[in-house]
């Protein structure tokens, strides 16, 4: 239990608080604000700028109303996601993104025409596009507080309420009470150094538990992605078009293939650099590719380097579920949580219903952040509107799981740097994520309740520094969830692998839910995609 300090500087009253302000953070905002609701909207950087769309280009699973277009767009992940996605979900977000896409048009979103003067409406760059969306929530009449992150959820016997954080160019701490809170402040990639992944932690995720949510798909979360040496950029489309080469010049087979990353990382594990060059590429659509990927080029360029012509070493950042598809446990078709009022959307909810075990950069993700944006944002909405005078009569309280303090804790100091190096050194590594075995899994799970007890006991004082903190403790119950996970699909299925089980195993086709923070939990659920099937 936390001991949450009296007399916060910043105390706000909303219908709807929402804490993230990425894609699906907007939509959910711009959502909620039309059905009617007072909207709050904190963000831990500052919305628009911050998150994994902000900096980057993403395609988007656009697909038209076509019958035949729309069945091969369910099928094109669908083994590859190791059949765990569902029919019905799949073209609920299909249409809501088809919906919001062509709203974006309307809206004013700045898409490329083609010769006849149509949009092409499959792709988004994520500079203009959350400029654009944080100017609609404005417009909407959503106040935003940005630079300040939650620190943890309010509740009573009724469910969630609220929310208390801190914003960090002030130090002023903040309190919002609110009938309905929805989690959509992304995955997490362990500060792993991937683009625009700096303020993804797995805040959400351990807000979430503390409130009772249960995870799901946690062990599709070891995404690594291709990026150069000397870069932070992971926007790996581009690579289908690379040669991959050993320093010799030699070819790294299979490099290209969709095994590709295991490969590159055998190879890395054995400390041999690989190269690559994007040879491949034909020279008439070059120039596109820089229009569509600006920022990938922008590195090439400062080092002087033409990745067309040049080879340049590369490795595997680890982007987990940011790129994965686990995450918080939804309930229903409003992207509902178990726990009342409280609303998961975006990375920040498993994205299995869609994309199974396996998904990757955009296409998928940016459809399912605006449209679980847009199921969340109405249906805590109505779920606000629902509690009438109870709203103003609860009597919530704070539940972080690391106790905070307005005293500061001396030689008890949360150690956050260590603690961060510690849960880093147990999920960046290839040979204990991406490769995963029973010894290895046990391993790193036994070092990480250690380190979770270490963190229960230690004590952190509200002010700026706590979001570190959190964000150790959060990095900590994440890495948690995905290894018991792990642990219990003795299969390899999607993006999961496991050395000591290599094949898929048909009896294993379920989702595995996980929950609990002292103690961790995993069962199975069923996966409901018989339509698909047949």
Not at 118 to 147: F, N
Not at 300 to 318: C, Q, S, Y
Not at 407 to 426: L, N, Y
Request: proline fraction near 4%.
């Amino acid at each position: 239990m936390s001991n949450p300090r009296q007399g916060n500087d910043i105390h706000l009253e909303a219908d709807v608080l929402i804490l993230g302000g990425g894609p699906a953070g907007t939509w959910a905002a711009i959502n909620a604000a039309q059905a009617g609701s007072k909207v709050i909207l904190v963000d831990k950087g500052y919305c628009g700028t911050s998150g994994a769309t902000a900096p980057s280009g993403t395609g988007v699973w656009y697909i038209n109303p076509d019958p035949s277009e729309r069945e091969k767009a369910r099928l094109s992940r669908f083994e590859l996601g190791g059949e765990l996605a569902e029919y019905d979900w799949m073209n609920r977000v299909l249409d809501q993104t088809y919906e919001n896409m062509n709203k974006l048009g309307e809206w004013g979103y700045p898409f490329p025409v083609d010769d006849e003067g149509k949009q092409y409406r499959r792709g988004l760059q994520g500079p203009e596009y959350m400029k654009l969306m944080r100017k609609l929530v404005v417009k909407a009449g959503v106040k935003i507080l940005d630079h300040s992150p939650a620190l943890e959820l309010l509740t009573d016997e009724h469910g969630v309420g609220g929310a208390r954080g801190v914003r960090t160019q002030t130090g002023e701490t903040w309190t919002v009470h609110a009938s309905a809170v929805i989690i959509a402040t992304g995955g997490c990639a362990f500060l792993s150094k991937a683009l625009g992944c700096n303020v993804l932690t797995g805040d959400g995720y351990l807000l979430a538990a503390e409130a009772g949510a249960e995870m799901s798909g946690m062990e599709f979360s070891n995404a690594y992605a291709i990026s150069p040496t000397f870069s932070s950029v992971t926007k790996t489309a581009y690579y289908r078009y690379a040669s991959f080469y050993y320093e010799d010049g030699s070819i790294v087979e299979g490099a290209g293939s969709t095994r590709g990353r295991s490969i590159i990382a055998r190879n890395l594990l054995q400390n041999r650099q690989v190269y690559a060059r994007l040879d491949q590429a034909p020279e008439d659509i070059r120039p596109l590719l820089r229009v569509g990927q600006t920022n990938f080029f922008l590195p090439f360029d400062r080092a002087g380097i033409d990745p067309f012509t040049d080879v340049f070493p590369v490795t595997l950042r680890l982007e987990g579920t940011v790129r994965g598809t686990g995450g918080i446990h939804i309930t229903d078709e409003n992207c509902a949580t178990k726990v009342a009022g409280l609303y998961a959307a975006g990375d920040a909810a498993t994205r299995e219903f869609i994309c199974g075990g396996f998904t990757g950069g955009g296409s998928h993700n940016a459809a399912w952040a605006m449209s679980s944006g847009t199921f969340a944002g109405k249906g805590a909405a109505a779920y606000a509107q629902s509690l009438g005078s109870l709203a103003g009569k609860r009597n919530l309280k704070g539940i972080s799981s690391t106790t905070l303090t307005v005293k500061e804790t001396g030689d008890k100091a949360f150690k956050t740097e260590e603690h961060i190096r510690s849960v880093q050194q147990e999920v960046i590594p290839y040979d204990r994520n991406l490769f995963r075995t029973e010894s290895s899994l046990t391993g790193s799970l036994e070092r990480l309740d250690q380190l979770w007890k270490e963190i229960r006991e230690s004590a952190v004082p509200i002010h700026a520094g706590a979001v570190k903190a959190r964000e150790a403790a959060a990095m900590t119950a994440t890495a948690r969830w995905m290894y018991n996970s792990a642990k219990a699909r003795t299969e390899t299925r999607g993006m999961h692998k496991r050395d000591d089980f290599p094949k898929l195993d048909s009896s294993q086709h379920y989702r595995l839910v996980s929950g609990g923070l002292d103690r961790v939990w995993v069962t199975t659920t069923p996966a409901e995609n018989e339509a698909v099937l047949q």
